[in-house]
């Protein structure tokens, strides 16, 4: 008899609630990140010079040269997509355009063209692009020259929000390099907001938004209400059951 006292005795409701509460909060767990990375685009081709997205947000435009003066770029990527280019000495790069599809993930269209020098700038790397639309959040690469990784930067406070992955980064490029580019590494916003393209080297990486990255982001998960509804309930079945099943003395 004491021994039973001493065990305490639940109803099957409560084992089931607590087995949703586990259930829903693994999930919480799970989707807790703020961005989630969607997908490595297909993406074939030297160092991307620039990217944009589409004011839609539907589409990626992923933008390569190669300097054929210096053969800069030359041997990047996939050798095959570049194959079949002669060299002109009256121009100053080989430009390439590839259009993604950001929901789906694949690519819908490219074209080539040779871009002399009067022309030259007619996809500069836009600095912009790393902020976001709202101007609250900019995408960063911290670290050395030997490991890097991609964060998302509060302006207002410079307090990394998230962190989306680490890389080692590319060799140094002066010919793709300029005011407000890292190398070869560049990063790019939405204007909705939802997605951000990075490029660390030659592929392109693209991450979804989950919620917004300051703590009370957590709020937009429908995961945080299920959990904190069943913790409710567990706690109400907890005690309903110790004042119904309690053993009597």
């Known amino acids: 008899m004491r021994l039973r006292r001493l065990i305490p005795r639940y109803s099957l409701r409560t084992l089931v609630v607590f087995l949703l509460l586990v259930t829903s909060g693994m999930g919480l767990w799970w989707r807790w990140e703020p961005w989630v990375q969607g997908c490595y685009l297909g993406y074939r081709g030297p160092s991307p010079h620039s990217i944009q997205f589409s004011g839609d947000s539907k589409r990626l435009a992923v933008v390569a040269c190669i300097d054929t003066r210096t053969a800069e770029g030359e041997g990047e990527g996939d050798p095959d997509s570049w194959a079949g280019y002669d060299f002109?000495?009256?121009a100053e790069r080989l430009m390439k355009r590839t259009v993604f599809d950001v929901l789906k993930g694949r690519?819908?269209?490219s074209e080539t063209w040779w871009e002399k020098p009067a022309d030259a700038g007619r996809f500069p790397f836009d600095p912009k692009a790393k902020v976001s639309a709202d101007g609250s959040r900019?995408?960063?690469?911290?670290g050395d020259a030997e490991f890097r990784k991609?964060?998302?930067r509060d302006l207002r406070t410079g307090k990394e929000l998230a962190v989306l992955g680490f890389f080692v980064p590319p060799p140094y490029r002066g010919g793709f390099s300029g005011p407000g580019m890292d190398g070869v590494i560049q990063g790019a916003f939405s204007s909705d907001g939802r997605f951000l393209?990075?490029?660390p080297g030659t592929s392109?990486?693209?991450h979804r938004r989950r919620r917004p990255e300051w703590w009370w982001g957590v709020f937009y998960l429908w995961e945080f209400w299920l959990t904190a509804a069943f913790a409710g309930l567990f706690l109400w079945s907890v005690?309903?059951?110790r004042r119904r099943l309690a053993p009597e003395r």
């Open 239 to 241: 005690i309903t059951d």
């Open 150 to 152: 991609t964060v998302v």
């Open 204 to 206: 392109v990486h693209l």
């Open 138 to 142: 900019e995408v960063a690469f911290v």
């Open 197 to 199: 393209a990075v490029t």
């Open 107 to 109: 690519e819908v269209g």
């Open 88 to 90: 002109r000495p009256n």
